[in-house]
Structure formats: C-alpha cells, structure tokens
C-alpha cells in the first residue's frame, strides 16, 4: 500500500465555468454547460459543452509554435485558481527538474491538422507550411507546452488511454513519486472539441440529440465537451493539501474495441483495487462520481459494477449532464468536481434524469445537496477496456 499523497493545488476549466469556485456554482445550481452543436462551422443535431473565448487567448509569443486550441485551453487553465503561482513556489521547494508533468488526452491539437487539410487548394498541394505535427498535434505537444510554459524539467509523457487518461496520470505520478522519481507532479487533462471526435462519436451513432440523460431511462447516448485541468501531487508532509489521494486501481479488460464489458468485470476489478490501494472497506466510501457517460450500455455495465461492489445502498451520480463528456479530460474534470465535494461538503446531482432507469440499483443523486463527504470514488472507464478508479479524501 503506497502512502496517501497531497493534492495541493488544483484548477478546472471547462463549460460550466472557469475555476474551481465557478465550477461550484454551476453544480449548486444545477446549471448545464451544453448547448446545440455548431463548432466550428460543424452543425450536428446533438449538444457540446464548449469553452468561450479560446479564438481571442493565444499562447505566449516564446511558445507561438504551440499555438493551437488545445493548448490555448491548458493555458487558460494554468491561469486559473493560481495554479501556476502554485507551481512555482513548488519549484522553489525541490528544483524544476524534480516535478515530474503527465498529461491525458485523445486528440490533443488536431484541429490544426483538420484546418491545414481543409485550405489546401488540390489535392495535389501539400499543407500548409505552419502546420507543425510535432508542436500541435502530436500527443505530446500538450505535455511539452505545459512544461514550458510552467518551467519544468523534470519527467515528462503523456498518456492516452481514451477516456480514462486523465485518470491514469494520477496512478501514473503516484508510482513515479513512490520510487523517488520526482518529489511532486504536475497531473492533469486537456482535450479540446474538433471535427474528428464529433464527426466520429457521430459515426458510432453514439450521440444524444439533446443534452446527454445518463442514467435515465430515455437516455439515448452521450454530449462531447471540452475541458482543460491540472492538479500539483506532492507527499503528504504537511495540512496544506486540499484533498488526498488515497487509492488507485486499473485493469484492461480489452473486450470489445468500442463497447464496456457487459457485466463490468474491469471496472468492479478497478474499484477494488483502488480500495485495496487505500486500505479501505465499501462501507467507507461516501459518494462515487460514475463515468455515467449516458449510453445505454455503458451506464447499465456501471451500474452493475458499482452495486457488485458497494452494493445497492451506494449513492452515486454521473456529472456529465453539466460539462459533456470531456474525453481525455473527462478523468480530470471529475477528479476536480470530487475534490469539490469533498472540500464544500455536498454531493452534485445527476442532471437531465428524467426518469432513473427501472433495472438500477444504484441510489443515484436526484438534486444537488448538502452532506457530509469524507471519501469519494470517480471511475473513468476507456474504450478497448481501459479502466481507472481512483479515491480521494478529505483534508
């Protein structure tokens, strides 16, 4: 069992609000962040959840190269909830090349790549000659940046597992600073809206019609979002953090390439080794965040996953009606929302159920409410089986 680390700065940008406090206010409320699709000139009849304002937000001139929509929105980020302030009084505790800096995402910048195809004149013409593969597309494009722009020297890749990337940097740092690799990480996840995760989720005929219903008896399929945000883990030496990180637990259970395994078996082995990892009982835990994405197979495999494991008393609730599904970012995002409820005390609802689905057991959140949070435990689940549990406490 590896000891519990310090969350000691933590931001979150995405389409309920930019910062932890904006984030808040949206889950009390109850107010959504989806709107009707029309990105970037795509018109599809489904919702987003997308972030204002990134077209008027470069990145610094010295990293111009980075230049990209995905990278424009981790900046915004690490401008929030003075994370980067953060950050670099953590440099001043153990040097630039001891902070290590793991980012999730799928797409990262290949927006870029789909503008620099579509102004081509022919076929016969190559692309534009400022599209940089390496700067912008490329997965590690975003991890690079945020080094950069942070000043860090330390180890550095990115990992990208589908939707639960953002998830598994967690795990990732944790084993990195349990061996002495670094003494703090820079964690997080970035994945910005473009025409191939639309288009694509489209092709599956895997998206809602309107804002996504997970959980719901109607529910007819998922929202894509965006979102960017970050989270500095050091050991816990000290009161300072704002949560901990308790427990983690993966698995792969690689049965289909798109599709979760009907009964849940990656995720029921995910959960409980994330407990294992804690030292800690079903009993023990408040609340789980779902990965809830709003399709009717996905939710149904979590369901039963989560009652096989905490039983049919678990209170639970998927936060994905607010923000869409963030993809790389989506682990991220609700690592965010979880610290919040733990750090504010309450549990956030699972918004848009209209009606819970008859053959749950879960007892799922109906209206956001006050509570008493000590623990809680967000799932991210990833297409080709690809599962994350992780399990933070109060400070």
């Given at each position: 069992?590896?000891?519990?680390?310090?969350?000691?700065?933590?931001?979150?940008?995405?389409?309920?609000?930019?910062?932890?406090?904006?984030?808040?206010?949206?889950?009390?409320?109850?107010?959504?962040?989806?709107?009707?699709?029309?990105?970037?000139?795509?018109?599809?009849?489904?919702?987003?959840?997308?972030?204002?304002?990134?077209?008027?937000?470069?990145?610094?001139?010295?990293?111009?190269?980075?230049?990209?929509?995905?990278?424009?929105?981790?900046?915004?980020?690490?401008?929030?909830?003075?994370?980067?302030?953060?950050v670099?009084?953590?440099?001043?505790?153990?040097?630039?090349?001891?902070?290590?800096?793991?980012?999730?995402t799928?797409?990262?910048?290949?927006?870029?790549?789909?503008?620099?195809?579509?102004?081509?004149?022919?076929?016969?013409?190559?692309?534009?000659?400022?599209?940089?593969?390496?700067?912008?597309?490329?997965?590690?494009?975003?991890?690079?940046?945020?080094?950069?722009?942070?000043?860090?020297?330390?180890?550095?890749?990115?990992?990208?597992?589908?939707?639960?990337?953002?998830n598994?940097?967690?795990?990732?740092?944790?084993?990195?600073?349990?061996?002495?690799?670094?003494?703090?990480?820079?964690?997080?996840?970035?994945?910005?809206?473009?025409?191939?995760?639309?288009?694509?989720?489209?092709s599956?005929?895997?998206?809602?019609?309107?804002?996504?219903?997970?959980?719901?008896?109607?529910?007819?399929g998922?929202?894509?979002?965006?979102?960017?945000?970050?989270?500095?883990?050091?050991?816990?030496?000290?009161?300072?953090?704002?949560?901990?990180?308790?427990?983690?637990?993966?698995?792969?259970?690689?049965?289909?390439?798109?599709?979760?395994?009907?009964?849940?078996?990656?995720?029921?082995?995910?959960?409980?080794?994330a407990?294992?990892?804690?030292?800690?009982?079903?009993?023990?835990?408040?609340?789980?965040?779902?990965?809830?994405?709003?399709?009717?197979?996905?939710?149904?495999?979590?369901?039963?996953?989560?009652?096989?494991?905490?039983?049919?008393?678990?209170?639970?609730?998927?936060?994905k009606?607010?923000?869409?599904?963030?993809?790389?970012?989506?682990?991220?995002?609700?690592?965010?929302?979880?610290?919040?409820?733990?750090?504010?005390?309450?549990?956030?609802?699972?918004?848009?159920l209209?009606?819970?689905?008859?053959?749950?057991?879960?007892?799922?959140?109906?209206?956001?409410?006050?509570?008493?949070?000590?623990?809680?435990?967000?799932?991210?689940?990833?297409?080709?089986?690809?599962?994350?549990?992780?399990?933070?406490?109060?400070?």
């Open positions: 069992m590896i000891a519990p680390l310090n969350i000691a700065a933590i931001t979150l940008v995405s389409a309920i609000g930019c910062g932890m406090d904006a984030t808040a206010e949206a889950l009390r409320e109850q107010r959504s962040g989806l709107s009707p699709c029309n990105f970037d000139g795509l018109v599809l009849d489904s919702y987003i959840g997308m972030v204002p304002g990134l077209d008027q937000a470069p990145v610094p001139p010295q990293l111009k190269r980075h230049d990209c929509r995905n990278n424009r929105l981790a900046q915004k980020a690490l401008q929030t909830d003075d994370f980067e302030g953060q670099k009084r953590a440099i001043g505790r153990y040097g630039a090349g001891r902070i290590a800096t793991i980012i999730g799928t797409s990262s910048g290949i927006q870029e790549a789909e503008h620099a195809y579509a102004q081509r004149k022919s076929e016969a013409e190559g692309l534009r000659s400022s599209f940089e593969f390496e700067y912008s597309q490329s997965h590690f494009s975003v991890t690079a940046f945020v080094r950069d722009y942070l000043g860090l020297r330390g180890p550095a890749y990115t990992v990208s597992t589908a939707c639960s990337s953002s598994k940097v967690f795990a990732d740092a944790r084993q990195l600073i349990s061996v002495g690799a670094c003494d703090a990480a820079v964690v997080g996840g970035v994945d910005s809206l473009c025409w191939m995760s639309l288009c694509g989720f489209n599956l005929q895997l998206l809602a019609r309107g804002p996504c219903r997970p959980n719901s008896a109607d529910r007819d998922l929202s894509i979002g965006e979102a960017a945000g970050f989270a500095l883990l050091e050991r816990a030496t000290d009161d300072s953090a704002v949560a901990k990180l308790l427990g983690c637990g993966e698995s792969c259970d690689a049965h289909h390439m798109s599709a979760p395994h009907p009964e849940g078996l990656g995720a029921i082995t995910a959960m409980r080794r407990l294992a990892g804690a030292g800690l009982k079903p009993a023990d835990i408040d609340y789980v965040n779902l990965h809830g994405t709003g399709t009717p197979a996905n939710d149904r495999a979590e369901d039963m996953a989560v009652t096989k494991v905490f039983g049919p008393a678990q209170l639970a609730s998927s936060t009606g607010w923000t869409g599904h963030t993809l790389g970012a989506a682990g991220m995002t609700e690592v965010a929302i979880s610290v919040l409820c733990l750090q504010r005390q309450f549990l956030p609802a699972n918004l848009n209209t009606q819970p689905d008859p053959e749950f057991q879960m007892q799922l959140v109906r209206q956001t409410q006050p509570a008493v949070v000590g623990t809680v435990l967000t799932n991210s689940f990833g297409f080709g089986g690809s599962n994350c549990s992780l399990l933070f406490g109060s400070a």
